[in-house]
């Protein structure tokens, strides 16, 4: 089975400008997790969509914002970037049933100059 | 409010030694932890949850809802179990939180 493949690999921006970052799930999975890995903070949750819903959000501002498409692909945008949002951005997806396991990509690093 | 802590960044045991990554979490309903693995240059995977009462490369955690703690232990570690370790848990909100990660370092 294909896993979640997430694009770009990296992605380099200037103070200001957007990002768009995209994930796929696995086939089947309706449930898509965006989670920031900052060094040194671990992995701190920013958004949750199942079935194209925002479910939950983390403590993240309203410039970070996503979707979920109709095929369940996700995409992470943020808005007006900062040097602080540098990090890897991991997407995860999982069944919608509860306590189902995620099963992450390889992320997408964002560099913001 | 979810919050899980890991209070080592660190752990570093020699080659068929004990092992226990700590894991507390604070959560006042009924939570659902998992333990989830990421060795070098792989992307993070599930290791094991509680609800599944498993054994996982010779790993088990045990919720003490008394202590909130589900540490991982393994009797006897070897070389490849060398990687990130992050205690998660998830409660009804669907939400999943991770700890801040303890590096496991197994020598030879």
């Known amino acids: 089975e294909a896993g979640v493949t997430q694009s770009p690999t990296h992605l380099i921006k200037t103070r200001g400008q957007q990002a768009t970052l995209r994930c796929s799930p696995i086939s089947g999975h309706t449930s898509v997790y965006w989670y920031q890995q900052a060094l040194g903070l671990g992995l701190q949750f920013l958004l949750w969509?199942?079935?194209?819903?925002?479910?939950n959000r983390g403590n993240f501002p309203p410039r970070f914002s996503g979707r979920q498409f109709p095929n369940y692909s996700s995409e992470l945008n943020v808005n007006a970037l900062e040097l602080e949002d540098s990090a890897l951005y991991l997407c995860?997806?999982?069944?919608?049933?509860?306590?189902?396991?995620?099963?992450f990509g390889n992320g997408t690093r964002l560099t913001v100059t | 409010a979810q919050r899980v802590t890991q209070p080592e960044k660190l752990l570093s045991v020699f080659k068929g030694a004990p092992v226990e990554l700590k894991c507390n979490y604070s959560?006042?309903?009924?939570?659902?932890l998992f333990w989830y693995v990421q060795y070098s240059r792989q992307r993070l995977q599930l290791l094991l949850r509680?609800?599944s009462r498993e054994s996982i490369k010779g790993f088990t955690a045990d919720l003490n809802k008394g202590e909130t703690s589900f540490h991982l232990k393994k009797p006897f570690a070897q070389e490849e179990d060398s990687a990130m370790y992050y205690c998660a848990l998830q409660g009804n909100t669907g939400k999943l939180i991770f700890g801040q990660g303890t590096t496991l370092q197994v020598k030879p």
């Open positions: 969509y199942d079935e194209g819903e925002e479910r």
């Open positions: 509680h609800i």
């Open positions: 995860a997806s999982s069944l919608e049933d509860s306590f189902s396991p995620l099963h």
């Open positions: 959560y006042s309903g009924s939570p659902e």
